[in-house]
């Protein structure tokens, strides 16, 4: 059993009851400010294609974002809770 504030836990319950990518939206446009929806999309995509192996300077070219934000989005996809790893292997987002 988590350890997590009840704030948190309920937090979590409301993503687990997601059921579908519209849902999932609908949730996220309300929870979120425009902004703070396109930074998580834009961290979303750097650690894809960190995962595809694709080089940190090149990433930051193609997404016209400093180095500095790549360099934290490879430090929680190597040491965080695993989450993102988690996801990219159930989405079959990995390395060939």
Not at 22 to 43: F, N
Not at 64 to 79: A, C, F, N, P
């Amino acid at each position: 059993m988590s350890h997590s504030p009840k704030p948190l836990r309920d937090l979590y319950a409301l993503f687990a009851s997601i059921d579908d990518e519209k849902e999932c939206e609908m949730l996220l446009k309300d929870i979120l400010t425009p902004q703070e929806l396109e930074t998580i999309a834009e961290r979303w995509q750097l650690v894809q294609a960190l995962a595809r192996g694709m080089p940190q300077r090149e990433i930051a070219k193609k997404c016209d974002v400093s180095i500095s934000k790549i360099t934290r989005g490879s430090h929680e996809l190597q040491y965080g809770s695993g989450g993102f790893k988690h996801f990219l292997k159930k989405l079959n987002m990995t390395r060939p």
